[in-house]
């Protein structure tokens, strides 16, 4: 093709309707034909990203291989297609704003009186055009829904870039919902019908609706709403519940969504190759085990807050065949003065992970789901953070330093075994200015993660998104996602490893400590970075799928024997 084609997805009625399901599996509806895509999230808050929003309020906060801390579709574009994404492809309010009042206090604008229409939008449209370039088709999904104040802007841009880019090259696809109301026994087309004439009267006419219901729209309904909101009836998509987000490209795919896409755009495109996604849709169906898995965190009431880290879980099972039941743990269950050793339903978890976060809530809570971990030799996962308190715990437990801590915690603490990385302590902003991206890790021989990441450097070329590759020595090199502003202390490191703790991945300069591990446990690994952000179910990241594995092999329907860390106290007696 001579031009970008140009894909933009708006939502209306209400939101959480799967704008970013649907746009990553049109991502890979359109790869699975051969294209080049490209995908971009517009969002339309004024925050310049969202690394510094609380997780109860906007969800996971996703990074990207170049480091930029971006939203949570992104995520979903990523493990759905094989494009690897990076700070271009999520834009702001606030980036657009910024970037057009620096412009402004420059002179770049030569005295004109700036406006929303033509700079905010001109500039819209310019970024949207920068990850474009030279990809068959650009996908980008405009966040919040149609209606909102603070949309209007993108929205505009996106009108005028038909006009800019010609009528051939762009298509608008509208996501809503046609909820069905049970006491009328009635499928309602009315939400519809008022979100296409919202958007319409802002000048964006779409060509294909795609409905989200809880079954598939019968003839009638789709031509009532082709009718009343001038498209094709053919043009009008259900987008039916699915018991996996895995399901949905081969469902739209059933519906012809990227057969009409091809045509509207005048893309040549061969027939889709979907075996992959047939074989993962086929296993989440058919399962031959299942394994239980305690999420222990903070942000435990907002699952959003651990998307990734829950679709992780899910492609360790499937590379296992396994379904993965996640029980989502408030680490604050175990504190408290009237905390009596008792874990609830973490005794009936096969495997134990603690995952990344910040601030002091919840710490202790934690840290006691480790002992316990540790102790009855159930496989625990530690990701950043949990890394970080699996070294306190085992300093604290196993090592006699019964005031060890992590200084972000403590900053008192006589035994620091978790501190500020040196070139965090002068910094005085919060965003933006973490451990952020991808950095190398070399993994040393003779290690439980030398095993686990091997599998992965003898056929590279089958796993694009998590390969491997050997290093100099024999030993392998990885590279890894990070989001931190603390580290493993250096100075208790021969500590730790006179002991049997084991520090099995370090940076290249070996001054970072990046994974540890624990011998004399069936898997009791730890790491930095965050795996979970480069996992897909075509390609399971190995931490996790080795994870999986370990949980399953630990299955033992006998009850555990009680360890010190979980032996209740006698309950107090009235006098």
Not at 68 to 94: C, M, P, Q, V, W
Not at 404 to 433: C, W, Y
């Amino acid at each position: 093709m001579n031009k970008t084609k140009y894909i933009f997805i708006t939502g209306g009625v209400v939101s959480s309707l799967g704008k970013g399901i649907a746009a990553a599996s049109i991502g890979a509806l359109l790869e699975a034909r051969g294209l080049n895509i490209t995908m971009q999230k517009l969002d339309p808050y004024i925050n310049v990203d969202p690394g510094t929003m609380n997780p109860f309020q906007h969800g996971e906060v996703f990074v990207t291989d170049d480091g930029a801390e971006t939203d949570l579709d992104l995520g979903h574009y990523e493990r759905f297609t094989a494009i690897s994404l990076t700070k271009k492809n999520n834009l702001t309010s606030g980036q657009v704003y910024d970037s057009v009042i620096l412009n402004e206090r420059n002179g770049v604008y030569l005295g004109k009186t700036v406006q929303v229409i033509p700079h905010i939008t001109d500039e819209i449209k310019r970024r949207i055009s920068i990850p474009s370039e030279g990809k068959d088709v650009a996908i980008i999904e405009i966040g919040g829904t149609v209606g909102d104040i603070e949309s209007l802007p993108f929205l505009e841009a996106i009108r005028q870039f038909k006009l800019d880019k010609g009528r051939e090259n762009v298509l608008y696809v509208h996501l809503t919902l046609v909820p069905y109301i049970k006491t009328a026994e009635e499928l309602k087309t009315k939400p519809t019908q008022h979100s296409v004439k919202e958007l319409m009267a802002i000048g964006i006419e779409p060509s294909i609706i795609i409905c989200r219901a809880d079954r598939v729209l019968p003839r009638d309904i789709r031509e009532k709403i082709a009718l009343f909101c001038n498209v094709q009836a053919d043009a009008v998509i259900t987008a039916k519940d699915e018991d996996s987000i895995y399901d949905v490209p081969l469902s739209l795919h059933k519906e012809g969504l990227d057969s009409k896409i091809v045509e509207f755009l005048n893309i040549w495109a061969k027939t889709p190759d979907l075996g992959e996604w047939e074989r993962i849709s086929a296993t989440l169906k058919n399962f031959k085990n299942s394994v239980t898995i305690g999420v222990v965190g903070k942000y435990v009431n907002m699952k959003e807050s651990y998307k990734s880290l829950n679709e992780s879980l899910v492609h360790g099972g499937i590379a296992n065949n396994v379904r993965v039941n996640i029980k989502y743990i408030n680490s604050e269950d175990f504190e408290g003065e009237d905390w009596e050793g008792d874990f609830g339903e973490l005794e009936s978890c096969s495997g134990i992970l603690v995952p990344g976060g910040f601030g002091s809530r919840g710490i202790n809570g934690m840290l006691r789901a480790i002992t316990f971990a540790r102790e009855n030799k159930i496989p625990y996962f530690g990701i950043c953070l949990g890394m970080q308190l699996m070294t306190v715990e085992y300093a604290r437990n196993v090592l006699g330093f019964k005031e060890a801590n992590s200084v972000e915690f403590d900053p008192q603490t006589p035994h620091p075994v978790i501190h500020l990385m040196e070139d965090q302590k002068n910094v005085d902003r919060m965003g933006g200015t973490m451990r952020l991206g991808s950095f190398p890790c070399v993994i040393s021989k003779n290690t439980l993660a030398f095993r686990i990441y091997s599998k992965n450097s003898k056929k590279p070329s089958a796993d694009k998104k998590n390969c491997a590759r050997i290093y100099q020595d024999g030993n392998i090199l990885i590279n890894e996602r990070h989001r931190h502003r603390f580290e493993f202390n250096n100075g208790y490191r021969e500590k730790f490893e006179f002991s049997g703790f084991v520090f099995s991945g370090l940076s290249p300069d070996g001054t970072l400590v990046e994974i540890s591990e624990l011998i004399n446990h069936p898997w009791y690994v730890g790491c930095q970075f965050h795996p979970e952000f480069k996992s897909s179910p075509l390609f399971p990241h190995p931490l996790f799928r080795d994870f999986i594995s370990a949980s399953l092999k630990s299955l033992n329907p006998e009850k555990k024997t009680p360890s010190p860390a979980r032996r209740k106290k006698p309950k107090k007696t009235k006098a």
